[in-house]
């Protein structure tokens, strides 16, 4: 007969943790009587980040005493499984008797006063290596097979230690929780097996996404985990490409034409990815990386990026000033998520200064396949001297059957032209989008300064275009997630505290920052990235949920620990790699 043991709560806390404060509810200790089960919560109970934890499907975790007492040897903690240690998983249940390779997802069981349903396994996460002084734990409980399990409240009632579990029903299709767990994280994810679970209804709306994008792409190391930033992976390494022509766009703009040196054909990129350039500006020093859009037609014969000359900038002065036909430079494959998508409702293009760039690529794949899509083209330019591509644009739109464009000049010279040059004096805000005749279903690329696409994001938002339609892509580096972490002061990439040792160079080629690999400093390149404040996403750092999976420009990385299923060809896991020589990340 299985037996609730312990009812554990706790709301969250805050804590210190490697200098960083962490929201969160880990903390969980035993309570003395009964609390209410209710549709989201025990009494007395919450979560810390609602977005990894918590919700209906996820209203109470369950851990069991068998898995308290194989980590009492396996960790070598005489006191796990004693009834003061209850609550040390993070589990609101410490149950006896329902072992995760017997229950299946479905199962349905009577609590005391309550009736429960199985949605899911643990989701992996720091904060249990956190509470339990093991840096390793989340994939220690992952890899054993013993993660523990989600419930949700299916009819709400009292609950108290003591009380008997009796099961009252279970799903048709019988996979355990231990299966499914192995599906989504260990490899060999079988098709067959995944086709079972999705006929479970009981399983999560998250993890039945995750199965799905398992069944849509097998090949593409583990779809049902990677991050959207990290999709579209690309080989690493360079081409050795030649400078065909340099072109001025505007005052401040230069294109710089490119094709194969040895005549073979290129990575096609999709419209919308950028490249990596490899450049020396100091022939002593050591190289430097910059992302650059493709702003031409996509092509495997030619790239075409162009470039924005910064008055102090070093690559751009130095594409401008020592660049010149003939040159070879160093390019990457084409990578990066914001791309052109299939459709046919209506497309607006939606960009600020060098922020043209990808969005141009967008609009020549729409002009040469002859769209019939409604496609607005909205830029923002200080004034005619600094609008570069302004006949290139005019001639694309007027090639389309339903293309437009609105262009507004924050300062007009005396000489430019109403209604030629641009249609309004002024930034591009919300009554200009409405004049533009912006339409809510549109799906909407937008690229440029930081300020200028949180306004524009506000003023779609406004206008109900909804979130999922809005696409960009910004310049400067990547979107941080952190998960619990607060209040952490938002700094421009930097070299850390002490850099200049021998090891290895890791370069950040978002973020426009190289740093020496310490060994005696840093467990993972995660760690490093932390250390420059590079913006860089993750949840679980051992290897388990793949949130940091970034792509790799250039170089090779050794993992310690092994993550539990390889990324992507082309990325790495950056929370359990270092690197094995130079290495350049696409962060
Ligand atoms: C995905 C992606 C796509 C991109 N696409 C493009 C693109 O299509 N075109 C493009 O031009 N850029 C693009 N960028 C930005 C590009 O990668 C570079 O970051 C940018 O061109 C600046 O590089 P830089 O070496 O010329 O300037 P950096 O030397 O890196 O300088 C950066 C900024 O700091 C300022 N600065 C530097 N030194 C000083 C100083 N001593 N005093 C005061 N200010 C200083 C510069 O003026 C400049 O504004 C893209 C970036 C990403 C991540
Ligand atoms: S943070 Fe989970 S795999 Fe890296």
């Known amino acids: 007969m299985a037996r609730l043991l312990s009812v554990n709560v706790g709301l969250p806390r805050d804590i210190e943790w490697k200098g960083r404060t962490v929201h969160t509810g880990i903390w969980k200790n035993p309570i003395h009587g009964r609390c209410r089960a209710g549709r989201l919560n025990l009494e007395g109970d919450g979560q810390g980040d609602l977005r990894g934890h918590g919700g209906e499907q996820r209203a109470v975790f369950a851990y069991q005493i068998e898995s308290y007492l194989y980590w009492q040897r396996q960790l070598g903690r005489p006191a796990l499984g004693d009834a003061t240690s209850f609550?040390?998983?993070?589990?609101?249940?410490?149950?006896?008797?329902?072992?995760?390779d017997?229950?299946?997802?479905?199962?349905?069981?009577?609590?005391?006063?309550?009736v429960f349903e199985v949605t899911q396994p643990r989701v992996t996460c720091y904060r249990v290596g956190i509470r339990m002084n093991e840096p390793r734990m989340a994939a220690l409980l992952t890899s054993s097979g013993r993660p523990g399990f989600y419930l949700r409240v299916l009819e709400e009632g009292e609950v108290g230690a003591g009380d008997e579990i009796v099961k009252v029903g279970e799903a048709d299709v019988r996979m355990t929780v231990s299966q499914i767990n192995q599906l989504l994280y260990l490899p060999n994810h079988s098709h067959d097996l995944l086709e079972c679970a999705m006929r479970i209804e009981a399983l999560s709306p998250g993890w039945r996404g995750s199965f799905e994008a398992l069944l849509r792409n097998p090949r593409a190391g583990n779809a049902?985990?990677?991050?959207?930033?990290?999709?579209?992976?690309?080989?690493?390494?360079?081409?050795?490409?030649?400078?065909?022509?340099i072109d001025r766009e505007s005052i401040d703009v230069l294109s710089i034409t490119m094709q194969a040196f040895d005549g073979q054909p290129l990575p096609v990129a999709q419209p919308g990815q950028h490249v990596v350039?490899?450049?020396?500006?100091?022939?002593?020093?050591?190289?430097?990386?910059?992302?650059?859009?493709?702003?031409?037609?996509?092509?495997?014969?030619?790239?075409?990026?162009?470039?924005?000359?910064?008055?102090?900038?070093?690559a751009g002065r130095w594409l401008r000033d020592q660049v010149r036909?003939?040159?070879?430079?160093d390019v990457s494959s084409p990578r990066g998520t914001f791309i052109l998508k299939d459709g046919e409702g209506p497309v607006v293009l939606l960009s600020a200064g060098i922020g043209a760039t990808p969005v141009l690529a967008m609009l020549h794949t729409l002009a040469a396949a002859g769209s019939t899509r409604q496609v607005s083209w909205l830029h923002s330019a200080r004034d005619r001297e600094h609008h570069p591509f302004a006949a290139e644009v005019q001639g694309l739109i007027a090639a389309l059957r339903h293309g437009r464009s609105y262009i507004c000049y924050s300062r007009p010279a005396p000489l430019d032209k109403s209604s030629v040059d641009f249609d309004a004096v002024g930034h591009l805000t919300q009554s200009a989008l409405a004049d533009a005749g912006i339409p809510w279903d549109a799906d909407?690329?937008?690229?440029?300064?930081?300020?200028?696409m949180a306004d524009m994001k506000t003023a779609m938002a406004v206008r109900g275009v909804p979130p999922s339609r809005i696409h960009s892509e910004s310049f400067n580096g990547s979107e941080a997630m952190s998960p619990g972490v607060t209040g952490a002061v938002k700094r421009p990439p930097h070299l850390p505290e002490g850099d200049g040792g021998s090891g290895p160079l890791v370069s950040f080629a978002r973020s426009g920052v190289a740093a020496h690999w310490d060994r005696s400093a840093y467990q993972s390149i995660l760690e490093l990235a932390e250390a420059?404040?590079?913006?860089?996403?993750?949840?679980?750092?051992?290897?388990?949920?793949?949130?940091?999976?970034?792509?790799?420009?250039?170089?090779?990385v050794a993992y310690d620990p092994e993550p539990l299923d390889r990324p992507a060809e082309g990325n790495i896991l950056v929370c359990c790699s270092r690197p094995v020589h130079d290495v350049v990340i696409d962060l």
């Open 532 to 556: 420059c404040d590079v913006a860089v996403r993750w949840s679980c750092r051992s290897g388990v949920c793949h949130n940091c999976e970034s792509g790799l420009v250039s170089g090779a």
């Open 444 to 452: 909407v690329y937008l690229c440029g300064p930081t300020g200028f």
């Open 325 to 329: 036909a003939g040159d070879v430079l």
């Open 224 to 245: 049902g985990l990677m991050p959207e930033a990290a999709a579209h992976p690309a080989a690493p390494g360079f081409h050795r490409l030649k400078v065909m022509s």
């Open 277 to 314: 350039l490899r450049v020396r500006p100091d022939p002593a020093g050591p190289p430097i990386f910059r992302s650059y859009s493709l702003s031409g037609p996509v092509s495997d014969e030619r790239y075409r990026i162009s470039v924005k000359v910064e008055p102090h900038g070093v």
């Open 87 to 100: 609550g040390q998983f993070g589990e609101n249940f410490t149950v006896e008797g329902l072992p995760d």
């Open 102 to 114: 017997q229950v299946c997802i479905g199962d349905r069981y009577r609590i005391g006063g309550a």
